[in-house]
């Protein structure tokens, strides 16, 4: 089991590859059948048993995770945007985009508040706080993350931290039809890479 936790790590890893290349599902999984030699309907099984999470939804999700940070972090159009991730048009790209994130693509550019993901960050990391003991998380539910992006650690690492907690303090849960999930097993996340990232990951369920 161990071998394959490290598989689908290096699985994870190959698919950011391939989206950044902005290659599709059929040619991703052929690569990835031929880097670890298994067939691709083994590689999508062992994945979905692992990570709890189907191998093609992952790989749409992960893409709407990097559009996101295209439509946040760039002034590129979003139709733009849309077809350099695969979308046929901008309206299959704010529908898909409206029903992972509750918001549509224009309205997340005007106002880029935290939204609810559903993907694996990083599936296999260690993390430092769990709700009733020690055990991997649950990937297949929902979490919030709360981010900022590459900050200068010297100078701006106490500001990044004050405005990552007052994003924490001030979000309406209520208005993302979401609140904090305490079930025991669940999870909360923390990154801390100023060359990356800021990241508190939090376990929310549905209203």
């Excluded at 260690?126 to 650690?153: N, Q, R, W």
């Amino acid at each position: 089991m161990s071998e394959w936790y490290s598989l689908v790590q290096t699985i994870v890893e190959e698919v950011d590859k391939c989206i950044m290349k902005r290659e599709d599902e059929a040619l991703t999984l052929s690569k990835l059948s031929r880097k670890l030699g298994c067939s691709e309907f083994y590689i999508s099984r062992k994945f979905r048993e692992i990570s709890g999470m189907h191998f093609r939804d992952y790989l749409r999700n992960r893409t709407l995770a990097f559009a996101l940070k295209e439509v946040r972090d760039t002034s590129k159009g979003l139709l733009e945007i849309a077809l350099d991730y695969g979308f046929s048009s901008h309206e299959a790209f704010s529908r898909s985009f409206k029903e992972a994130y509750g918001i549509t693509p224009s309205e997340y550019r005007y106002n880029p508040v935290p939204v609810v993901l559903r993907t694996i960050i990083k599936p296999f990391d260690c993390y430092l706080i769990s709700i009733g003991g020690i055990g991997m998380a649950d990937t297949e539910k929902d979490v919030i993350v709360f981010e900022h992006g590459p900050f200068d650690y010297q100078t701006q690492n106490c500001n990044v931290e004050q405005k990552i907690e007052e994003a924490m303090k001030n979000f309406d849960y209520a208005a993302s039809g979401y609140c904090l999930d305490t079930t025991q097993g669940r999870v909360f996340y923390f990154y801390h890479d100023p060359e990356r990232f800021w990241k508190y990951v939090r376990p929310v369920k549905r209203l």
